[in-house]
Nanobody, 131 residues
Framework: QVQLVESGGGLVQAGDSLRLSCAAS????????MGWFRQAPGKEREFVAA????????YYAESVKGRFTISRDNAKNTVYLQMNSLKPEDTAVYYC????????????????????????WGQGTQVTVSS
């Protein structure tokens, strides 16, 4: 059973930064791509960022491109989301998720924007950005 535990959320002001972490256990972390999604009140869950199993490919939603950076440390079984220049519209519960496909080919990285490509999810961490 895979477990994903997010941390690092909080209340910040617009323009501030936060770094989210997601610690994984239960299977070979380094063989699976990872993603971050978010869900604001009354809205559907949306894709934020993804990183390939090797860490060599990253993929971002247009709304966060240039402000957010996803990274991973396979030695620590942890994926990160560095969020800079935060805006009130970034307020949401942020979830990390593990790819359901073993060593997904990098040519298929675009598929990681789809929630149904993930089989395990964390419990979420709240990020609130005040104006």
């Amino acid at each position: 059973q895979v477990q994903l535990v997010e941390s690092g959320g909080g209340l910040v002001q617009a323009g501030d930064s936060l770094r989210l972490s997601c610690a994984a256990s239960g299977r070979t972390f380094s063989s699976y791509a990872m993603g971050w999604f978010r869900q604001a009140p009354g809205k559907e869950r949306e894709f934020v960022a993804a990183i390939s199993w090797s860490g060599g490919i990253t993929y971002y939603a247009e709304s966060v491109k240039g402000r957010f950076t996803i990274s991973r440390d396979n030695a620590k079984n942890t994926v990160y989301l560095q969020m800079n220049s935060l805006k009130p519209e970034d307020t949401a519960v942020y979830y990390c998720a593990a790819d359901k496909r073993y060593k997904r080919p990098v040519t298929k990285s675009f598929e990681l924007a789809r929630p149904n490509e993930y089989d395990y999810w964390g419990q979420g961490t709240q990020v609130t950005v005040s104006s």
